[in-house]
């Protein structure tokens, strides 16, 4: 479990902060300014941002699922792959704007941690 802990971890750290700055380098120069102004960005840099702040909602659950199953041992380890596979799916359907596939995906990840919810009553 502590493996996918991790790999939950490094999406984040690249949804929340690498994607985006890799996204949004024609706009470098607004980061080193004093951003007194708002900077135009991408529609693919808009959704980006919105996923992002959507993987922020659940990170807390997912991560305080894992680390109860690891403290309980209970192997939910499939569970959290599933829940970690939906969320980069959920990543690249939202930034390619398939709405559709993104929803599936985004209900998938909350029948994902139900499921482990579950399992640790």
Not at 87 to 116: D, N, P, Q, T
Request: with cysteine.
């Amino acid at each position: 479990m502590s493996d996918i802990i991790l790999y939950v971890l490094a999406l984040t750290l690249f949804q929340i902060w690498l994607l985006p700055m890799a996204v949004n380098l024609k706009n470098s120069a607004y980061l080193l300014s004093n951003r007194d102004e708002e900077v135009e960005t991408s529609v693919t840099f808009q959704r980006i941002k919105r996923a992002a702040a959507n993987l922020q909602e659940t990170l807390p659950i997912f991560l305080t699922l894992a680390l109860l199953s690891m403290i309980m041992g209970v192997d939910m380890t499939q569970a959290a792959t599933a829940w970690l596979a939906l969320r980069v799916i959920h990543l690249a359907c939202y930034s390619f704007g398939f709405a559709m596939l993104r929803s599936l995906s985004w209900v998938g990840s909350v029948i994902a941690l139900i499921y482990m919810a579950l399992q640790l009553v």
